[in-house]
């Protein structure tokens, strides 16, 4: 099932690198919610978390070298959802599963909505006004390096259905 449709409307935000990352992180979200059984959907769940590490992670890297205003707090609000996903992976495989699903089927997309549109799109304003291509490409290289993101951009055609 799609518990969640990507439109350029809802969440782009003009980043392609950030845009095509939540991208991902949307499809994931869904891969989740169509898992046929609980085995398949620790295996979607764990995809997903690794995902958000380095989407995160990722982002972080972005905020300290461009000494971004908001940084502590969009860097502590992500912390605060690994941990809050790491704790609902846990749950995942046992009588707790339904939790877990529902947490990633409503809760998780809900609070990703509010944070693309507010720290997410405050990041991208910030990047769109502060770099130019050749120091976006030098920071994004730093970033990927930091966030343990190879080669990205090989992928991108299996961006849709
Ligand atoms: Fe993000
Ligand atoms: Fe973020």
Redesign the pocket.
């Known amino acids: 099932m799609t518990v969640m449709t990507w439109s350029d409307e809802t969440y782009a935000l003009g980043v392609d690198r950030?845009d095509d990352?939540?991208r991902e992180?949307v499809e994931l979200v869904n891969a989740c919610d169509s898992a046929a059984d609980k085995a398949a959907f620790v295996a979607a769940f764990k995809a997903l978390l690794a995902h958000t590490e380095q989407?995160?992670a990722f982002?972080d890297s972005l905020m300290q070298q461009t000494a971004f205003s908001s940084a502590e707090e969009h860097i502590g609000e992500?912390r605060k959802v690994l941990a809050e996903m790491a704790q609902f992976l846990k749950r995942a495989g046992g009588p707790m599963s339904a939790f877990a699903r529902e947490y990633v089927r409503a809760r998780l997309p809900e609070w990703?909505g509010i944070?693309?549109s507010t720290?997410?799109s405050a990041?991208a304003f910030h990047l769109k006004g502060t770099a130019d291509a050749e120091a976006l490409a030098a920071l994004y290289a730093s970033a990927d390096a930091a966030s343990g993101i190879t080669a990205k951009g090989a992928d991108a055609t299996s961006a849709t259905a």
Request: glycine share 0%.
């Open positions: 950030m990352t939540h992180f989407h995160f982002e992500h990703f944070h693309a720290m997410d990041l």
